[in-house]
């Protein structure tokens, strides 16, 4: 499974025009979901994001963790952080099929949710316009192949 964690001063998603979710400070979450992926991979993603110490302290170093920040996170599902790029048109095979995904990334938003975090998502498989005001710019990238 692989985050792309990008803290935020706000981020939102739009489907069709509407917005379905926003927050304002927090975590904007960038979530692929592999074939080879399962509960375990879902668990151990949703504890990192829920304790990365990426928000400053009074001193101004990073040492805060999103709880302690009063963080809100929006997760939007992203297949395409699996892509094969080995040729210009990129290849899709190693991100899990919905049946395998859809379950696995609820399990991550539930995880966080029970963590205590305000979670905002996207839709599954829709056709999503995402819009974030990066903060620092600070942009994480979490493998859990290198968990």
């Known amino acids: 499974m692989r985050a792309v964690v990008t803290r935020v001063k706000s981020a939102s998603v739009a489907i069709g025009g509407e917005t379905v ?9 960038l979530l692929g979901v592999s074939s080879e992926d399962g509960e375990a991979q879902a ?3 949703a504890d ?8 400053e302290d009074e001193a101004g170093k990073m040492n805060v963790n999103p709880k302690d920040a009063g963080a809100e996170l929006l997760i939007v ?11 210009r048109r990129p290849g899709f095979t190693r991100a899990a099929r919905p049946e395998t995904a859809v379950p696995l990334y609820e399990r991550v938003i539930a995880g966080c949710r ?20 990066n903060d620092g710019p600070v942009t994480i990238l979490i493998d859990t192949a290198e968990l």
């Open 43 to 45: 668990d151990k993603v």
């Open 114 to 133: 029970e963590r205590g975090f305000k979670v905002e998502t996207g839709e599954f498989g829709a056709e999503m316009l995402v819009e974030s005001v």
């Open 48 to 55: 990192r994001i829920c304790g990365l110490r990426v928000f």
């Open 21 to 29: 979710g926003s927050i304002g400070k927090g975590f904007l979450v």
């Open 77 to 87: 599902s992203q297949f395409t952080l699996y892509a094969d790029v080995k040729s």
